[in-house]
């Protein structure tokens, strides 16, 4: 599928200049085809399902320890390993997205998903499940980067900023709500039923989506660099590895966390350049040129910093209601329930927000909540009420729905049209590396300092990491400036 109806290469016809865009900006929103809305709406409810998956097991991990006979650094692989994939499988959906038709893309993705949950929910042991997990990673992968290329091409710039707030709710607020669906379940069910209730729906969706979902673009005949994927495993692989080996103590950890990192950064070296290389002939598995774009830059670190914040305080927060304050996983569901619904009722009304005002003033705020939610959270204790716990998570949550909207649409709208697949690929992934790389390093440290000087100063550590880490994204918002998009009429085409 091309994410170029008329442009289908960097070879192509030159984009829209800068007063043609400003112009296309400054248009009243152009209203989108009835098979516009189906297409988009489709495949966010799929997108929604696919990620509430990527956190629903966290509140799960401390019985899955006890049912399935393993230690904590190990479990916490069900999380790692499945954003680990994620950010192994994403930069391919560049090649995958311009062979494939939308609805085999969507089949392949949604097939991958239910054959993954299906797998999870008869696994008989640890292992299985793990390799349940890796499956349902790949179809997950894919679904990321076909709705964000989609919304590029159908969705005419002005209305961009609203549509991307409802996209916010599947890519921010599901994560956010996996531990209260997780909790609501594991109240009344075994931890297999996680995966049970999610079967069905996700049967229903690769269902809906085979019938109603329409081809937009053209396939184009483009090679995979084998090379290039390869890189990939040990880049992302050892990068995350060795962050989770940091400060485990004992047993000779270290050698092996700084082996792990050292070959990751020697991979990831040899990936850029070989996507460096690739450009020259038109063929990198990731254009990187999407970089020379400073708003597409700016908006991807500030991201990066986002997504430590969210996968960071979405595994630890359970870690400190159920080892520390003993809380059931139904209240902790609950208490994290608040802080999820704000973020998705929230979505849509940014999104038009942004359309008016632009990023500055929304990221700005936005960052500075995160930043001191963050710092407040490395002052729990024992004693804290419950209510202070739920305010502090809704007013993160509030942060980062300022955050996410705005650098979605400030990164992806300046790019070409020959640029979408690559630009959200490279999103993704760097979100997935990020998530990975914050739950690992933050779940370190909690353990680390906990193993010494007990669980609450574990979590004072692990919070105030994340709080120093944020300090960078006041910085980046501030850096945050509208950017003129390039117009791309298109509406879907069946082929």
């Given at each position: 599928m091309s994410t170029d109806v008329s442009s289908k290469s960097p070879g192509g016809p030159a984009p829209a200049g800068p007063s043609q865009a400003a112009a296309g900006a400054a248009a009243p929103p152009a209203k989108m085809s009835r098979e516009s809305v189906t297409v988009i709406a489709t495949l966010l409810v799929a997108t929604f399902v696919v990620i509430l998956n990527e956190t629903i097991m966290n509140v799960a991990l401390q019985r899955l320890m006890v049912d399935l006979g393993v230690t904590a650094p190990t479990v916490q692989w069900l999380s790692t390993g499945f954003m680990l994939t994620m950010a192994v499988v994403i930069p391919t959906?560049?090649?995958i997205l311009q062979r494939l038709t939308t609805r085999a893309v969507f089949m392949l993705a949604m097939g991958l998903f239910s054959?993954?949950?299906?797998?999870?929910?008869?696994?008989?042991?640890?292992?299985?499940?793990?390799?349940?997990?890796?499956?349902?990673?790949?179809?997950?992968?894919?679904?990321?980067?076909?709705?964000?290329?989609?919304?590029?091409?159908?969705?005419?710039?002005?209305?961009?900023?609203?549509?991307?707030?409802?996209?916010?709710?599947?890519?921010?607020v599901a994560p956010a709500m996996g531990p209260t669906v997780s909790g609501l379940i594991l109240e009344h069910f075994s931890w297999r039923f996680l995966f049970v209730f999610v079967?069905?729906?996700?049967?229903?969706?690769?269902?809906?989506g085979a019938r109603f979902l329409t081809n937009i673009g053209e396939k184009e005949k483009t090679r995979l660099d084998a090379l290039s994927v390869v890189l990939t495993v040990p880049a992302f692989g050892g990068l995350v590895y060795g962050l989770s080996q940091i400060g485990e103590g004992g047993g000779g950890h270290g050698v092996p966390a700084v082996a792990a990192l050292t070959v990751g950064a020697i991979a990831m070296v040899a990936f850029v350049l070989r996507q460096l290389r690739?450009?020259?002939?038109?063929?990198?598995?990731?254009?990187?040129?999407a970089f020379t774009f400073r708003m597409f830059t700016v908006s991807v670190l500030?991201?990066?910093?986002?997504?430590?914040?969210?996968?960071?305080t979405v595994i630890l927060l359970p870690l400190y209601l159920q080892e520390i304050r003993g809380l059931t996983s139904l209240e902790t569901g609950l208490t994290l329930l608040p802080g999820g619904l704000a973020m998705g009722l929230l979505g849509p009304f940014i999104g038009r927000l942004f359309d008016k005002v632009g990023p500055l003033p929304?990221?700005?705020?936005?960052?500075?909540?995160?930043?001191?939610a963050l710092f407040q959270f490395s002052r729990l204790d024992e004693g804290t009420p419950i209510a202070w716990i739920v305010a502090l998570h809704v007013g993160l949550s509030l942060g980062l729905a300022l955050i996410f909207t705005p650098a979605f649409t400030t990164g992806l709208n300046p790019l070409p049209p020959h640029l979408y697949s690559h630009g959200s690929a490279i999103m993704s992934t760097l979100q997935q590396v990020a998530g990975a790389a914050g739950t690992a390093l933050l779940v370190s440290i909690y353990a680390a300092v906990a193993a010494g000087s007990g669980m609450v100063a574990g979590m004072h550590a692990a919070f105030l990491t994340a709080?120093?880490?944020?300090?960078?994204?006041?910085?980046?918002?501030?850096?945050?400036?509208?950017?003129?998009?390039?117009?791309?009429?298109?509406?879907?085409?069946a082929h």
């Open positions: 959906t560049g090649f054959g993954g949950t299906l797998l999870a929910a008869l696994a008989p042991g640890f292992e299985l499940l793990l390799l349940a997990r890796i499956v349902q990673a790949g179809g997950t992968a894919i679904m990321l980067p076909l709705l964000m290329t989609t919304i590029l091409t159908l969705v005419p710039v002005a209305r961009r900023g609203f549509v991307m707030g409802n996209v916010s709710i599947a890519i921010s079967l069905p729906i996700a049967v229903a969706a690769f269902a809906i690739l450009q020259k002939a038109e063929a990198p598995l990731l254009d990187l040129r500030l991201l990066v910093v986002a997504m430590i914040a969210l996968f960071g929304l990221t700005v705020t936005g960052s500075v909540l995160m930043a001191v709080s120093v880490i944020a300090v960078a994204a006041i910085v980046l918002a501030s850096l945050m400036r509208k950017t003129a998009a390039v117009e791309q009429p298109a509406g879907p085409t």
